[in-house]
Each structure stands twice: as C-alpha cells, then as structure tokens.
C-alpha cells in the first residue's frame, strides 16, 4: 500500500476564539495535483501553512511522509518544496546569491535545471533582489522551491504575481513536475482556469471546512446545472432535493444541485410532469454556485 | 480639522495597548499634577513645610512624570502611522493628505509637549502654569524633545539592520543631550525656538515632497559598485540579518564621535562626573539598540523552517548563537569606548567595572528580550520590556555614581542579570512552540485583534 505524502485527520486550527479550519481530513498521494480552491479568508493558507509545520493545529493531525508536520525531521523537509504567498528573499543579494544560498540547505539540488529555469524565465542572475519586480520575485521564489526536485511541492497563490507568459511558463513546469508519478503538487490559487488545466484533485476550502475533496471529473459530474420545463406552472414554494440554488419562473425552474442521481432524475421529473434537463458546469461556475 | 482630530484620536487609541496606556498616562498626569496643585503642603518647597519624608515626595512627584513617559508612549502609533500612510496610495488620492498627515503629527507632538511641560511646571512650581519665560522654555524643550523621540521611534520602526541602529542611536544624542541644554536657564528662548522649528521644516519638507522624492529615487541608477555578490558568509546568518556583525560594530564609530563632539561641547563646563554618566547612560542605550535586532528573528526564520534540518528547539539554539556571534563585536566596540572614557575621565577601578558589566548585561536584557518576541507584543512582554528599560537606566545612573552604596548597584546589577536569565527560558519555551503564521506581523495583528 502506498503511504500518502500528506495526511490530516479532523484537522482544525483556531486562532483565539475563532476557529479558522475545522473537521478537515485529506490524503495527497504520488501522482496527485490537487487544486486547492476558497474564497479569501476561507482558511486555505492556514491549511497549507499546518500541512507544512510553520503551526500548530489545535485539533486533529496533519502528518507530513509518516510524521507529525509541527515536528517535521529534516530528512522528510527535504522532499518538500514551498512557494509562499509572499516571498521570502533577501533583497540585498542578487538572484545568484539567493539561489546558492538555498542550494547549501539541500543535500542534492539541480543545478543544471535552475540554470536552465533561469534562461526560460527570463531571471537574470546577476541583478540585486530588491530591484526585480514583484513577478520576477515570484518566479525566483518558484525556482527555488524546485531546485531540489521535491517529491511534494505545495505553491501558496503561486501565480497571483505573474503575468500570462509567466503563468504559462510556470503551467508547464508544473505540468512537467506532476508527469512524475513519484511526485505531488499542491496548489492554491484563484485562478480556476489554471487550476482547471493542471489539477486532478480539487479541494474546496468553504468556511474553514472541505467542502469538497476529490477527483475533479467527480466534482464536476457531482454538482450540475438544471433545467426543468413542466407542462403547468410550477408551485410558488418549489424545492428540488439537493439544490444549490433554485430559480423559478412560470414553468420553468433552474437548480443547481449536488448528487444528482438517475433515480432523483425519474422521480422529480414525474412529480412535476416535467422535462429535465442536465447541463455540466464549468469549475468557476461551480465555485461561484457553491458560494452564493 | 476634523481628519486631524480625527487621526491624532487614532495615534492614542488604536490598540487596545496603546489606549491603555493613553489614559492611565492622562489620567496619572491630571492627578498628579491636582495633587501637588490643590493639596498643600503635600509637598514642600524651599522654605514650607511638608508632611512627608523626601523619599515620599519623589514618589509623588514621579506620578506626573510617569504619566508623560505614558502619554509619550500612549501616541507611539502616530510615526508609523504618518510613514506607512504617507507612502501609501491615500496620500495621493486623498484630498490634502499630506498636509493633514504633517498637522496631525505636529498636533500629536504639541499636544505631549503640552502635557508634559505643564505638569513639569507643576511639578517644580506647585501651582498652575502662567504664560511666562519658564513656561515658554519648559514648552519649547518639551516640543524639541518630543519631536526627536518621535523621529527616533518612527526611525526604529521603519528601518531595520545595522544602519537602523546607526541613524537611531545618532538620533538618540539628539534627544538626550540637546533638548536639556536648550532648556538651561541661562540660555536665550531663541536657542530653543531655532531647532525646534528647523526640526519641523525638515520634516515638513519630506513629508510634503515626498512624491518628488520617491520619483528621484526610482529613476536613480543603481551604482556599479552596489552590484558586487555577497562577500561569503554562513548562511543562517544571512537570512536572518546577522552576517555582518563588523558593519554594525563599526556603525557604532559614528555615533559615538558625534556623541563624543556633543558631549564635550555640551557639558564640557559640568563635573566630570556628570559627563561619565552621559556617556555609560548613552553606551547602554547603544548596546540595547544594536542587540534590538533580536525582535525579527522570528519573522525572518520562517523562511529556514522548511529549509534547515532542524527542530524548533534546534533553531532557537542557533539563532541564540547568531545573535551573540553578532553582539560580541559590537559589545566589544561599545567596552573598549567605555574603557576610553574611563581613562580619560580617571573614572575609579569601581564606577568602570560597573560601567562594563552593565553594558554586557544591557546587551543581554536586549539580545532576549527581541528574541522573546515570536509573536504580537503582548501586556507581558511590554511590561517586561518597560520593566527592564527602567532597570538599566536606574543602573546606569547608580553604576558611576561614587554616593551609590555598593549594595544597591550590586542588586540592580543582580536583577538585570536575573531578567535576562528569565527571559531567556520565556525565549526558549516560546521558540520551542513557535507559531509562524502568528510570528507574520500581519497574521500577528490579526490574531491580536
């Protein structure tokens, strides 16, 4: 069997009396590009923040290749690659410096792909930090976090900073790191596309609880649009099984709804003497259904 | 007017710390003042008499005092705040903001210098201030000395690493030596009144032209020179801000020459012995300054969490380490100063060995002090903080003092040495549990709020 790379169980983090996550439990196993998806403040930083052991949960665990996140041994640091939401480079040294800085904490690092990183991302090495632009920093801190080809890579808003052609180029890097069965990726963003494009797995963080966790295919045939067409009117205090949201106008009624199976399907539409219909929904229509 | 009341109201209250702090300062300046005022003779002045022993009314005489320390504190917002909002995109938008940001500050400002003169008045004269040439000195040397600290606060705040230690220990000289001077009675009002204003029109100046400023700095070319790779160095140290303990060991040169300059053209006329407890008062705010740095060793070891091979335990152990490893040389440069001024000044073997244990312990009560701070400062740590500052000073006055018994230095000394122990096992335990999202001084605010 397998040993996840990352595991959680009930796992919930407060910060005085408010409680920011709560009963959250996941698996990231190799192979996995999960997209973790929330609206601000739903609490995916904190989840990515106990995943990696910068705090404490207070409740539940988090494990991290078989240990305890919060006391994460060196070896097991070292299969991990960050990009934080905000950078952490020394501006007073130039890219160089900051790359053979990091490179020293690691036992084995590429330098071969960094170089070549480097080129494709148009960072030139020779500049002082300080004085690169908020996407080149960005793209800098994604180097560095895939210069010792972690086997689980976990990018914090990685690219809120960066132009298309940069989040292009970082698509494809990632693309390239999760054709690695031996590697995970997780991701936040908000940008669905990307992370319609390149994630397997979805997570939705919604009010400090998993909302969903699972395969992306499922999620998207879990959750669909309806359309329902009756041949009467359709009663003022409708309700539909498992519904989203609901709209009603005369004989029409659209829903979106969760779990919808072919047996609901039958018998709603028999209830209502009426014709459904089902439309798939993309991620971002999704995400907005689910919090409005 | 309205936006200025309405941002010098937030400078006092905008943490509940601060509020705090704001009101027990008022409150303690308002009543103490009353009681020296309206309850005679609580307090004797030459020639009248007093119903209490003279240890009894210098306590009741510190009360006023201890209420502008708070007060002065109370509005310790007010520099990052005119800094953070003046280089923010309101300072564009809004209408006026900067000359209101400037008003606010000189409100600020004027308002403590208000407060502290007229209870200074009170405290010295037992009755109320009276537009005179005392009160218009007391007022003016109030305001020159309260813009300094505040420049000195918001310098701190604002700059971080050696050259912040630097530039704020050479502000420091501003406020402790030439406020006092200008506030001598011998001296002519003008010799207050000049400072004072072309302190402000500085300000004003960079304030009001800062747009300007920061258009300069941004087309400026950076220097060839400034382009060199980093001169080698551990690598812990250079994530956490300690690889270059020389710069800022010799930083301190600076200051200390101009303190030197200052000093003896300010006090060159008084006792030696007033001049020796100038200058070990000043060494020790040197030393606290450059061993502050300790503070944003939390925030700026997140970044080694993921990447060192160490527990948390291990880390505090070597960020510990880091820190002495830096302190040493600027300890050192700050002992060999004090030697200096012991010889010169043919200070006794006695007085100078407490000169130089003291700046060892200041440096120690500081290094721990910073590193205690893994998250926002809380009643705690800013009471220990206040606590300790208090300590170091009465030491430093007792240290050289030849009146002071031996006992009395020797248990300062002895608490000094006992806070840095204990706050070097609150360091520890802290770093032990260290939270990173709570050591973010954004995630900290939050929380706190």
């Given at each position: 069997m397998t040993v996840p790379y990352a595991a959680a169980r009930q796992l919930a983090k407060s910060f005085g009396a408010k409680r920011?996550?709560?009963e959250v439990s996941f698996e990231v196993a190799p192979g996995d590009v999960v997209g973790v998806l929330g609206k601000n403040g739903a609490g995916k930083t904190t989840l990515l923040e106990l995943m990696l052991g910068f705090t404490a949960p207070s409740g539940g665990s988090v494990q991290l290749f078989g240990h305890d996140s919060y006391r994460l041994p060196g070896a097991a640091k070292a299969r991990v690659g960050f990009v934080p939401q905000q950078d952490e480079l020394i501006g007073q040294l130039t890219a160089a410096d900051q790359i053979g800085v990091i490179a020293s904490f690691y036992p084995r690092w590429d330098d071969a792909l960094i170089h070549k990183l480097c080129q494709a991302c148009d960072i030139d090495t020779r500049e002082r930090i300080r004085a690169m632009s908020v996407g080149q920093r960005q793209k800098l801190s994604i180097l560095l976090a895939l210069g010792h080809r972690p086997d689980l890579l976990i990018l914090d808003e990685?690219?809120?900073?960066?132009?298309p052609l940069a989040r292009r180029q970082f698509l494809e890097q990632i693309v390239e790191v999760a054709a690695d069965v031996r590697r995970a990726v997780v991701f936040s963003s908000h940008i669905v596309s990307d992370i319609e494009r390149l994630a397997n797995k979805i997570w939705i963080v919604k009010d400090g609880r998993l909302y969903w966790r699972g395969d992306f295919d499922a999620l998207k045939e879990s959750i669909v649009r309806l359309h329902v067409r009756s041949s009467r009117p359709l009663p003022q205090t409708l309700t539909l099984p498992n519904a989203l949201s609901l709209e009603r106008n005369g004989v029409f009624a659209t829903a979106v709804v969760r779990d919808w199976t072919d047996e609901l399907h039958q018998e709603v539409g028999e209830k209502l003497d009426a014709q459904l219909e089902i439309e798939n929904l993309a991620l971002e229509d999704i995400f907005l259904e689910l919090h409005r | 007017m309205k936006a200025v009341a309405r941002l010098m109201l937030v400078y006092f209250t905008g943490t509940a710390l601060l509020r705090t702090v704001s009101v027990l300062g008022l409150t303690a300046i308002v009543a103490g003042t009353a009681v020296l005022v309206y309850l005679p003779p609580l307090v004797g002045q030459v020639g009248l008499p007093s119903r209490f022993s003279l240890a009894e009314e210098a306590l009741l005489m510190l009360v006023p005092v201890a209420g502008i320390i708070a007060l002065l504190f109370g509005g310790a917002l007010m520099p990052t705040m005119v800094s953070r909002l003046a280089g923010s995109h309101y300072a564009y938008v809004l209408p006026h903001a900067r000359g209101k940001l400037l008003a606010s500050a000189f409100g600020t400002v004027a308002f403590v210098a208000l407060m502290a003169s007229a209870a200074m008045y009170v405290t010295m004269n037992s009755k109320l201030p009276h537009v005179s040439f005392t009160y218009a000195r007391l007022l003016l040397g109030s305001l020159l000395t309260y813009s300094t600290t505040y420049l000195v606060l918001w310098f701190v705040s604002r700059f971080r690493g050696p050259l912040a230690a630097l530039g704020g220990a050479t502000l420091v000289i501003g406020t402790l030596v030439l406020p006092l001077r200008f506030m001598g009675a011998t001296v002519p009002l003008r010799w207050a009144i000049i400072p004072t204003v072309a302190l402000w029109i500085v300000i004003a100046i960079a304030l009001l032209l800062a747009p300007r400023l920061g258009l300069l700095r941004a087309n400026r070319r950076r220097p060839t020179w400034r382009m060199s790779a980093y001169a080698g160095g551990d690598e812990l140290d250079l994530m956490i801000g300690t690889s270059r303990p020389w710069l800022l060991a010799l930083g301190q040169i600076v200051p200390i020459v101009v303190a030197a300059k200052l000093i003896a053209w300010l006090?060159?006329?008084?006792a030696a012995d007033i001049q020796v407890k100038v200058w070990l008062f000043y060494l020790v705010i040197l030393s606290v300054l450059s061993a502050?740095?300790?503070?944003f060793a939390a925030t700026r070891s997140r970044a080694l969490w993921l990447r060192a091979p160490w527990t948390r335990a291990e880390l505090f152990a070597r960020i510990e380490a880091a820190f002495w490893r830096r302190n040493c040389y600027t300890l050192g440069v700050l002992l060999v100063t004090m030697a200096a001024v012991g010889v010169y000044f043919e200070l006794p073997n006695r007085a100078l060995a407490f000169g130089i244990v003291l700046l060892g312990l200041a440096t120690a009560v500081s290094t721990y002090l910073g590193l205690v701070v893994t998250r926002a400062i809380g009643w705690g740590v800013a009471t220990l903080a206040v606590g300790g500052m208090l300590l170091l000073f009465m030491a430093s006055i007792n240290a050289?003092?030849?009146?002071?018994?031996m006992a009395t230095i020797m248990l300062l000394n002895f608490t000094l040495a006992a806070l840095a122990v204990a706050l070097r096992s609150i360091a520890k335990r802290r770093w032990h549990d260290i939270d990173w999202m709570l050591a973010r001084p954004e995630t900290a605010a939050h929380a706190a709020a």
């Open positions: 920011v996550l709560d990685p690219v809120a900073s960066l132009d | 006090y060159g006329d008084v502050a740095a300790a503070s050289t003092d030849p009146r002071a018994s």
